[in-house]
């Protein structure tokens, strides 16, 4: 199985910015740890703070990975250009937030990618990025 995590617009922050919300991990560190734990499985990661870099990913990686765990940050509430990009592949995508977007400001409880991803985790801190993953290995059988 080869899976893409792909982070948005900010996340290379995480450990640094509002860890009140985002906590204080690093990304880096959260992926090293689920290298090890997924070691049986090719995972990547990709962030960008922009917007095509993240949709040229999408189409890199879209008709060859069997799925994309993807934070969209704050391009969730805003990019019909990211969710043109997911409709346009094979790979499926998960649509991943750090924190309950529900319990936030009202303009974070839109996305305009749910509605091509094949499901949405939020609110579980890093640990919703490995749902995420244990949800393609679950259908992978």
Known sequence: ????????????????????????????????ELKKEYSHIELYYFQSNSEGALVDKIQEVGFSFDGIVFNAGAYTHTSVAIADAISGITSPV???????????????HHSYLSPVCIGTIAGFGLSSYKLAIEAFIKNEN
């Open 1 to 32: 199985m080869k899976l893409l995590i792909l982070n948005g617009p900010n996340l290379n922050l995480l450990g640094k910015r509002e860890v009140s919300i985002y906590g204080n991990q690093t990304f880096e560190s959260y992926y090293t």
């Open 94 to 108: 998960i649509e991943v937030h750090i924190s309950n977007i529900y319990k936030r400001e009202s303009f974070r």
